[in-house]
């Protein structure tokens, strides 16, 4: 399968490079790039609409955060896609936490955002229209993700992660084009950011 | 003053009863009204005293040889005073119709008859003639032309008013509350028009006499009843999409009983919006609808009367399954409706009524695999209503009437969705007292506890009155309480989709439910504690409605109202576990609270005899209490069209979904004298509304989010001969717009028909 990762969003602006005085750290503090994944394919298992039976099982797409790819599953992977469902790498102690706000204001890891890892049967980011990152819309039949929500993550690197996503359908289209029965779904385009030097600052 | 009248109705046949044989007089004359047609009710009164009868073509033959004034009274009609001089001159009395429609008798709002003009409520009545300007067959088509009303579509055709859907509006025939809704909405289409002789239209929560529903207010529907006349009538009326109406309508009367028999067979082909998908938007469907009303004296003091409806659909249709399956449907619904009344008056200053009412609801709908015919799903709802209620009303003094009712109900329901057979019980009692303290001053209390099986006790107030400056200028305020009892479905409900693999339970089945899910294995994990989830409580409304009446000169009339509901505990789903799969078991929560508030105004103006026009106003302002707050605090966001995150602003927020902040219309009536044809023309306007969310935050804040506003231009002509047949000719929707926001629209509709008095022939 291709792995469509592309950067997008640069935006280099430097914060106190020219101002500080040299008693502040040593190094320019840069702000983060937002890495941004296009139509990461994560189809559901196909399910029988009129039986409820599924038909064909499709595998999660595990994805690290760190590499900014999609790597197998014995890998260090961060988190998982299918569906509508995100899991995170428990076993790797990758934590997630659900925080509302403007992607770009957040810039540190709020003190009351609680982090949780996934458990056998339980999902650290909620699964469920309203609940985790989407809602579904039952009048049009889309799922949307809900707009101010974004994820949190502990990586398997021990860092800091904040991801929205932007869209469930293949193209990343504007909300009102989706076609529930043309457009593909289960393709995740969203954007994060990566604090790698492990602090709790965006 | 004597406003407040047990007896008003009963008056014209009164009239009628009491008259003595008058002799032939040289000099008959005729009252008629503007279009030469007998006005048959109508009662002259010499010096104050009740006289003459009018004969079945007005014809009225005085025996009275002296008088000073002559004072001739009919309902919808300007009252005319004569001297004797004139009176003796004339021989043709044209009575002026009203302007608007005041002096309408109404049941709905006290229970006892009143005209529009004493009532301190927001109403509105629709006469037959006004019904059928619509050119409509269906409820739904006459309905859907009144100020501040909007037909939609929601599991059928809902109605909306004050901003409230269908759910919080009781719909009542003969003043008996008709059963039967789908996911709350009761379908207007159940419901033919061709033998209603008046709609009245209550605005207002009027819990306190009705209980539960008449959250919004109320619509009643008459159905006519012609008195002691022999009537035969057959009319058949064809419009777009392969409709057909055929109407039968037979009255027989004698002196003490009347017996009306009435038929309406209905059937439309339906349409499609969506052509390239598999389905029509309407499927054609069949209905019967067969009616029988006896009414008699017993005696002077003793009157009963008995209502017997029923109605039976059967629509087809294709539908594709999300598994791209073709599907076949039949569904069925039937209606029964059996309501004998016994009516005694002892005297004058009382009258008991014991009513009865009792109603089968069911649908059935079979879906099976085209390819195989294999049952894909079968549904079945019964429902079972029964009510027997007694009214007493005592006219304690001329300006004191007072009503007390006491009730008992039974309501059982059995569906496929539900665990077995399932019965409420309820009774109640409402106390009324109508008062007119001073001439200018009236008022109405109200006050109604229901006590019930399932949500325990609630009391509904309401308080209204009317302050008239002048004969011309009067002001009304009330302010009373509304509430909705959670449904079966919120109870009971037992539902698993199986191709997306969530639950819904009703609030008495939640916890069964989850300990059950737990049992198997399924739950991942519970939100809400299923023994903390509560008892499920009323939905809940305070209301306050305040209006004008205004006669400017005898040709126009201006009527305004201002309302605002205030509603709390609405009832919505919410998850209360989470499942394994991923998915949610929902059960059924008072959360929401909203606002509605607005203004309709109706203005009439009566040209000349011949020409009228109307225009009729309303703001509608919505909004979601929680959705404000959220606002508020700033935890609401929005992608933009760019596709940027940004936090949602009061500005952006446009209330509830599919609520037009503004509409209204414009109505044009002619009547051609030369050749008697009727002109009804009318601009009916929706301003724009919101049709479905589009960026994801499931509220209306988005452009893109908004249908656009529409106008449908619809038009009628009738032409009524001198021997009593009637053509009908129109359209509705002539500029033919299309509304896909609104699937209730077919597009331009034309219509003809024809009625025929068999009687007049077969007397000739």
């Avoid at chain 2, 007005?58 to 000073?68: A, F, H, L, P, Q």
């Avoid at chain 2, 539902?495 to 089945?509: D, E, I, K, M, T």
């Avoid at chain 2, 047949?725 to 002539?734: K, Y």
């Amino acid at each position: 399968m291709k792995t469509n990762l592309k950067s997008i969003f640069y935006l280099l602006i430097f914060f106190g490079a020219f101002a500080c005085d040299t008693t502040d750290d040593a190094q320019p503090r840069v702000e983060l790039e937002a890495i941004l994944v296009a139509d990461l394919a994560a189809p559901n298992d196909v399910i029988d609409r009129n039986t409820g039976e599924v038909e064909k099982v499709n595998p999660f797409q595990y994805f690290s955060l760190e590499q900014n790819a999609i790597v197998s599953e014995t890998d260090d992977w961060d988190l998982a896609f299918k569906g509508t469902t995100i899991r995170t790498n428990s076993s790797k102690n990758v934590k997630a936490a659900i925080v509302s706000g403007i992607f770009e204001e957040i810039n540190q890891v709020p003190t009351s955002a609680t982090f949780a890892t996934d458990s056998e049967s339980t999902f650290a980011i909620p699964t469920g229209s309203g609940n985790g990152w989407y809602n579904y819309n039952s009048a049009t039949f889309t799922v949307t993700p809900i707009p101010g929500r974004v994820i949190l993550v502990k990586t398997t690197g021990g860092n800091y992660s904040k991801i929205e996503i932007l869209s469930y359908y293949k193209g990343n289209p504007p909300a009102d084009q989706i076609d529930p029965r043309a457009t593909p779904s289960g393709h995740y385009t969203f954007r994060y950011v990566l604090q790698t030097d492990g602090s709790k600052n965006f | 003053m004597f406003r407040i009248n047990l007896i008003k109705v009963v008056i014209p046949f009164c009239m009628v009863l009491f008259t003595i044989a008058v002799l032939a007089s040289p000099q008959p004359k005729k009252v008629v009204d503007q279009n030469g047609q007998p006005v048959l009710h109508a009662s002259i009164w010499v010096d104050g005293k009740l006289h003459l009868p009018i004969e079945e073509d007005g014809t009225v033959r005085s025996s009275e040889t002296k008088g000073t004034v002559v004072k001739i009274v009919a309902l919808g009609f300007e009252t005319m005073q004569l001297s004797w001089e004139e009176w003796q001159k004339r021989e043709k009395i044209v009575l002026q119709e009203k302007s608007g429609i005041l002096d309408e008798v109404v049941v709905a709002a006290t229970r006892t008859d009143r005209t529009v003009e004493s009532l301190p409520l927001p109403v509105t009545v629709l006469n037959s003639e006004k019904i059928q300007q619509t050119g409509g067959l269906r409820l739904s088509d006459v309905l859907q032309e009144q100020t501040g009303l909007q037909i939609v579509s929601q599991h059928g055709t809902g109605l909306q008013m004050q901003g409230l859907d269908s759910d919080y509006i009781l719909i009542l025939l003969d003043g008996e509350p008709l059963i039967g809704r789908t996911a709350g909405t009761f379908d207007l289409n159940r419901l033919s028009i061709s033998n209603i002789e008046r709609i009245e239209i209550l605005r207002g929560p009027s819990s306190a006499i009705y209980g539960s529903e008449a959250m919004a207010g109320v619509i009643n529907i008459i159905t006519k009843s012609s008195g002691r006349e022999n009537q035969l009538d057959v009319g058949l009326r064809h419009r777009s999409f392969n409709t057909w109406n055929p109407t039968g309508n037979l009255n027989l009367g004698s002196k003490k009983w009347n017996t009306s028999l009435f038929y309406d067979y209905f059937e439309t082909g339906g349409f499609d919006l969506r052509p390239e998908t598999i389905g029509q938007t309407q499927n054609p469907y069949q209905a019967h609808t067969a009616q029988v009303k006896v009414s008699g004296n017993l005696s002077e003091k003793w009157q009963s009367s008995l209502f017997v409806r029923a109605y039976q659909e059967n629509s087809t249709g294709e539908m594709q399954s999300s598994g791209n399956e073709i599907l076949d449907m039949n569904n069925s619904r039937s209606d029964l409706n059996i309501n004998p009344t016994l009516r005694f008056k002892p005297s004058q200053k009382f009258l008991i009524s014991l009513r009865g009412m009792s109603s089968w609801f069911s649908t059935n709908s079979v879906t099976r695999f085209q390819s195989d015919q294999s049952f894909f799903d079968i549904q079945n709802f019964d429902q079972f209503y029964h009510r027997t209620e007694v009214q007493t009303d005592f006219q304690a003094t001329p300006t004191h009437l007072i009503t007390l009712g006491l009730g008992q109900l039974i309501e059982t329901v059995d569906a496929t969705r539900y665990e077995d057979k399932n019965r409420f019980d309820a009774g109640y009692f409402f106390l009324q007292h109508q008062w007119d303290p001073k001439p200018k001053v009236n008022l109405v209390t109200g006050l109604r506890g229901d006590f019930h099986s399932q949500y325990g006790e609630r009391l509904s107030p309401k308080i209204a009155g009317q302050y008239k400056f002048s004969e011309n200028f009067s002001w009304q305020a009330s302010i009373g309480a509304g509430f909705k009892a959670p449904d079966f479905r919120q109870i009971l409900l037992n539902f698993n989709n199986a191709s997306s693999g969530y639950y819904v339970f009703g609030s008495n089945l939640a916890e069964e439910g989850i300990r059950r899910l737990e049992n198997e294995g399924l739950i991942a994990r519970v939100l809400i504690a299923p023994e903390n989830l509560g008892e499920l409580k009323a939905e809940s409304s305070w209301a306050i409605n305040s209006g004008l009446r205004w006669k400017i000169g005898s040709k126009i009339l201006v009527q305004g109202n201002l309302f605002r509901n205030q509603i709390t505990n609405l009832i919505e789903t919410a998850p209360i576990a989470q499942l394994k799969s991923g998915q949610n078991a929902f059960s059924y929560f008072n959360i929401r609270s909203v606002v509605t508030q607005g203004l309709e105004m109706d203005f009439n103006y009566a040209w000349n005899n011949h020409l009228s026009f109307s225009i009729g106003y309303s703001f509608l302002d919505s909004r979601d209490l929680d959705v404000l707050e959220r606002i508020a605090s700033g935890e609401l966001f929005q992608r933009n069209s760019q596709n940027q995150t940004v936090r949602v602003t009061r500005a952006d927020y446009g209330g509830l979904f599919n609520r037009s902040r503004h509409s209204g219309n414009v109505k044009i009536n002619y009547h051609h004298p030369k050749t008697g044809i009727d002109l009804a023309l009318r601009g009916i306007y929706r301003g724009k509304f919101g049709f479905a969310d589009l960026n994801g935050n499931l509220i209306l804040d988005d452009k893109r989010e908004y249908a656009p506003g529409w106008m449908s231009l619809n038009i009628n002509l009738t032409k009524t001969f001198s021997n009593g047949i009637q053509l009908e000719l129109g359209g509705t929707n002539l500029l033919n717009i299309e509304t896909p926001a609104q699937p209730n629209n077919p597009g331009r509709m034309l219509f003809t028909g024809i009625q025929l008095p068999l009687m007049n022939f077969i007397k000739n």
